[in-house]
């Protein structure tokens, strides 16, 4: 049979950002008055990594990420965005849980609905017997989380995905380290590898890409590292 991974997240891993962007593929699910649909052609680590799997392995990855969500709408949709008939389910989720929705929201609030919100979706998966595998959201630029409407940071939701992984003795991708590691590594403006304080460029699509692989104990094909 056929392996089904899912991909679940906000622009991030819709590919926003990238060359190509634009949602000009299936739709993947309509809330209210907004319909989200597949970036089929988008330079992302999404899309690099569902040609590598489906390039090599008896599997498919459908990526319904959807640009400009947040857990809760995540944990409300659930049961559609994520199907039954599931194997693996990987989700980065989170930038837009920063964001204040409403002025009573405190920073621990935010933080402790988040922290719930991915509690519900991980019960939800082991209730169907699907893998799940958490992975952090990235860094964004001082300037960036420094706006009036944003209270967390991407520091402080990584450790809720750490803390929550933690707690159900289970791996997570912190993504947040690695790409943070490669411009410490490479001596680079961590500025330089987002095209607006938040979203990746091509070249930080590529290195999340391989990260992922690398962090998830995948190997890159032979004919990929130029």
């Known amino acids: 049979a056929t392996f089904k991974i899912v991909l679940g997240g906000d622009s991030i891993t819709h ?9 000009s593929g299936e739709k993947i699910i309509t809330v209210g008055r907004r319909t989200w649909r597949r970036s089929p052609d988008s330079y992302c680590w999404a899309n ?3 040609a590598y799997i489906e390039g090599n392995y008896n599997a498919t990855v459908t990526n319904n990420a959807c640009t400009g969500t947040n857990s809760t709408m995540w944990n409300d949709n659930k049961e559609v965005l994520i199907p039954a008939d599931t194997d693996l389910f990987v989700l ?4 837009n849980d920063r964001n204040v ?11 402790r609905i988040y922290e719930e919100n991915l509690r519900s979706i991980v019960d939800y998966c082991h209730s169907l017997g699907i893998k799940i595998l958490l992975c952090s959201p990235i860094p964004a630029t001082r300037t960036n989380e420094e706006q009036e409407l944003i209270a967390a940071s991407c520091f402080e939701l ?13 791996p997570y991708v ?16 961590y500025n330089t590898l987002l095209v607006d304080g938040l979203h990746p460029t091509d070249e930080l699509y590529r290195i999340m890409y391989l990260r992922f692989l690398k962090t998830t104990g995948l190997a890159p094909h032979y004919g990929e590292i130029t």
């Open 92 to 95: 980065m989720i989170g930038t």
């Open 101 to 111: 929705r409403e002025e009573a929201l405190t920073k621990d609030v935010q933080l």
């Open 174 to 189: 912190n993504m947040y380290n690695e790409v943070f590691y490669y411009a410490l590594d490479n001596g680079r403006d």
């Open 48 to 50: 690099l990594f569902e």
């Open 15 to 23: 590919g926003l950002g990238g060359t190509g962007w634009a949602q």
């Open 158 to 170: 990584n450790g809720i995905v750490q803390k929550v992984a933690a707690s159900y003795n289970m």
